[in-house]
């Protein structure tokens, strides 16, 4: 009792710490981190779960409110908690990723994690951030307006969370530690799922596949979150136009689609009118997989659109929407360049016009050789890997965000480049072998308070050429290009959209294309970029920013949790 006292005071102290800068309107959270049996998908299994629920709890909160959250592990497997798209202002100590900012939860142990909210509004979501838990540790985070304000399109009838995730039926720690011992690729999933069932076209689940009930003339905001470990993925509705509102928790001018590209990482609202004559529609998603013999799960996920009124015990067909062919780049491509930011009174655009750093950054699959007496699955006998600028980053065992903190030396270095070590013809179809092999570092960039920062990342076709969703921690970006093949500094730029542009912070790298995103970096701390693909984490396609604090005590770090895990 005495120490769960001194604990609440050491936090009571931190909050203290931090109260003045931020309006502390708390909503706290107690979650329990367990394995649990789960029976409803073909079988019992045992999985890791929050509070014992698969999708796990969902987070409602309003624009600038804090949120405090208790995690507890009483797994036998180490856990961290990221709250992605949550810029967490002047608080990377909350942020989660293992080994970059903080050390993992260990079994037994607890982490009170202070989740700041600025100025995100819409859908976000938290998931696991370390090896392969997110595979069934996610949830939502629903953020709505402050009170007073209101939604910038007409206030929808009905309102659903739609996560889409991917199931193994193997245990997800077997698939992980099987891949990287093989040093090939991971075994593909078994199942898509949406708010964790397959639906309809699985054996075993079509009792239970997830259904939105709606009235005719209604409008529904669906909600979506892309979950999936390592799957871009199509998804539409039946007779049903899609209509985008907004994207990684900020609004967007709508555009309407008959279907949505949503990468692992993203989050989409969107809306969709209940016009079509009453009866029951399938909603469905499956793959987008541009890689060329690149394995994937090529299976369909489904739910239902259920119109009120409909004899639900007769019989009847359901068939499925058009969805675009699994590698059309193009169907993809198309909707992603079509988004634009809301750019309104409410709601501006404020994309830096001045450059301070320019990064010039490939994203590649690389072929490592097979370590002696190994046998490896990678390409020819070679080993995969993957990395920015040829560096494939190696975590350290003390997180970075502490090391820099407490200046401890040996832990990481600061010389990721600016440039690619040797330009090549990223996009040609044929790559000279020496070039597939990357450097193994642990090295980070660091910017000055306030910077402005340009970022270009250009896909590569080394090995295998395909798209990345890249993610950046702590801060949300402009999109301000697209393009397929080499950008070009001198012609590409003259086409950037600074008036416009979605503000994400994921974006996808077109396959052998490439994208420029901006933002000024006015948040201090360490910072996590990589691809959303878990894969390609486990095989080093990431690396760290370093933001200094600024002169004022508003433009510093705050102090660390009493409780960080220890290393």
């Known amino acids: 009792m005495q120490q769960k006292n001194m604990h609440s005071i050491l936090l009571s102290l931190w909050f203290i710490l931090i109260e003045g800068v931020i309006q502390l309107q708390a909503s706290h959270y107690h979650w329990v981190v367990t394995e649990a049996p789960y029976t409803r998908l073909c079988g019992t299994k045992s999985i890791l779960t929050v509070n014992g629920q698969f999708p796990g709890p969902t987070i409602y909160t309003h624009k600038g ?4 959250v208790e995690v507890v592990n009483r797994s036998k497997h180490n856990i961290t908690l990221h709250w992605h798209g949550v810029k967490q202002p002047r608080n990377p100590w909350s942020d989660g990723p293992e080994y970059i900012t903080q050390c993992p939860i260990k079994p037994g142990g607890r982490f009170t994690q202070t989740v700041i909210l600025s100025l995100e509004e819409g859908t976000l979501w938290w998931h696991a951030h370390n090896e392969w838990t997110r595979a069934t540790v996610y949830g939502a985070i629903i953020i709505y307006p402050k009170p007073g304000t209101f939604y910038p399109f007409q206030k929808p009838d009905l309102e659903v969370p739609l996560l889409l995730g991917e199931w193994w039926k193997r245990d997800i720690f077997e698939i992980y530690e099987e891949f990287r011992a093989t040093g090939g690729s991971p075994n593909v999933s078994d199942a898509y799922t949406i708010n964790g069932q397959p639906g309809d076209l699985y054996p075993c689940s079509k009792a239970e596949t997830f259904k939105v009930r709606v009235q005719y003339g209604k409008t529904i905001l669906l909600r979506i ?6 799957q871009i993925l199509f998804l539409a509705i039946k007779n049903h136009s899609i209509t985008l509102v907004g994207t990684d928790g900020e609004y967007t001018k709508p555009f309407t689609s008959d279907y949505i590209t949503i990468a692992p990482g993203e989050t989409m609202d969107v809306l969709v009118h209940a016009n079509q004559l009453p009866g029951r529609y399938y909603m469905a998603a499956r793959a987008y997989s541009s890689g060329i013999n690149v394995d994937f799960d090529n299976t369909t996920t489904t739910a239902v659109i259920e119109y ?10 359901l068939s499925l929407p058009y969805l675009p062919a699994y590698n059309d780049t193009n169907a993809s491509y198309s909707f992603t360049s079509s988004l634009r930011s809301l750019a309104s009174k409410d709601h501006p655009v404020n994309v830096p016009l001045k450059v301070n750093h320019r990064i010039f950054s490939t994203v590649s699959v690389n072929a490592l050789p097979c370590p002696a007496n190994r046998t490896c699955e990678g390409i020819n006998g070679t080993r995969f890997a993957a990395s920015m600028n040829n560096i494939s980053f190696v975590l350290p065992d003390i997180d970075i965000l502490q090391a820099y903190y407490y200046h401890i030396k040996g832990v990481y270095g600061k010389k990721f480049p600016k440039f690619p070590p040797l330009p090549f013809n990223y996009t040609a179809e044929f790559q000279d072998l020496a070039l597939e092999v990357s450097k193994h570092s642990t090295q ?12 270009v990342l250009q896909g590569t076709n080394l090995v295998a050429g395909l798209d990345h969703p890249m993610h950046i921690h702590g801060q949300s970006f402009y999109v301000v290009g697209y393009g397929y093949g080499n950008f070009d500094k001198n012609n590409d730029p003259k086409n950037y959209n600074l008036v416009d542009p979605p503000l994400q912070n994921t974006v996808i790298v077109p396959r052998n294309g490439w994208a420029t995103i901006r933002f000024k970096a006015h948040n201090p701390g360490v910072w996590y970029v990589h691809c959303h693909l878990e894969r390609h984490v486990t095989w080093g396609m990431m690396t760290t920013l370093i933001v200094k604090d600024g002169k004022d005590p508003e433009s510093q770090m705050l102090p660390p949790p009493p409780d960080m895990p220890p290393c």
Do not use: C, P, W, Y
Request: charged share 15%; aromatic share 6%; no cysteine.
């Open 65 to 68: 409110e804090t949120v405090v």
């Open 225 to 230: 979150i892309n979950a999936a470990v390592n």
């Open 308 to 317: 009120e009124g409909v004899n639900l015990n007769a019989s009847s067909t």
């Open 444 to 455: 980070v960039r660091i910017f000055k308070f306030n910077s402005t920062i340009e970022i």
